[in-house]
């Protein structure tokens, strides 16, 4: 079972390149969920979407979107890379909603020189 | 808002030695908790979790939790350790009815001596 898949793993973008970071499931799940994990700061969220069709900001959203593309797919877009945006962005997946366990991607780690 | 204080930043432990990890949650509501594990290098795995019903909660590799509202704290525990449980671990809380993710604290790096 592949679970969550995120692309690429590793990423390196010079300030000012946009890029899109692809995330698919095939847990049959509604909710699917972006997260950035710095050092010490645990894991934050970025951008949600409770089903298909919706989605919403999270606590860290600026610089960032998001498309729903269909149950299975949840991309994030960085249209003007920072290096602010340096992280390991994390792809999760959930039944319904923050009640249920999440499931997580493996990362991808993004550089922004 | 919801948010979650782990503590420790590091623990050592010796192995076979007893484990215990600290997590305490602000939220107005009965809490949805969870804990996970985070190998180097790799996303992260569920521990074990907590809606509602007994207090001790046994999840997987061993490890168990035990929720006190009194202290709203959910601390994670393991009777010996093992090498292999060298990782960093995080406490998180879900919302009672949205959809907005988790809460997750900042993590506590689990290191194992021999």
């Known amino acids: 079972n592949a679970g969550v898949t995120q692309t690429p793993k590793f990423q390196v973008l010079k300030t000012g390149q946009s890029m899109t970071l692809q995330c698919a499931q095939d847990?049959?799940?509604?909710?699917m969920y972006w997260y950035r994990q710095d050092p010490g700061m645990g894991l934050r969220l970025i951008y949600y979407s409770a089903s298909e069709g919706t989605t919403d900001k999270g606590e860290v959203p600026n610089g960032y979107n998001v498309s729903r593309l269909n149950k299975r797919e949840f991309s994030l877009r960085l249209e003007s890379a920072a290096p602010s945006q340096t992280s390991v962005y994390f792809c999760a997946s959930s039944i319904q909603g923050s009640r249920q366990p999440q499931h997580f991607g493996d990362g991808t780690r993004l550089s922004i020189l | 808002a919801q948010s979650v204080t782990q503590p420790d930043i590091h623990i050592t432990v010796s192995e076979g030695a007893s484990l215990e990890l600290r997590c305490n949650y602000s939220?107005?509501?009965?809490?949805?908790l969870f804990w996970y594990v985070q190998s180097p290098g790799q996303g992260l795995q569920l521990l074990l979790k907590?809606?509602?019903?007994?207090?001790l909660v046994q999840g997987i590799k061993g490890f168990e939790a035990e929720f006190k509202r009194s202290q709203s704290s959910f601390n994670l525990r393991k009777p010996s350790v093992h090498w292999s449980d060298a990782a960093e671990y995080f406490c998180?809380?879900?919302?009672?009815?949205?959809?907005?993710?988790?809460?997750f604290g900042k993590g506590t790096h689990l290191i194992i001596q021999p």
């Open positions: 939220y107005g509501a009965t809490p949805y």
């Open positions: 907590y809606f509602s019903g007994d207090t």
């Open positions: 998180a809380v879900g919302s009672g009815g949205g959809a907005d993710g988790l809460t």
């Open positions: 847990m049959n799940h509604n909710s």
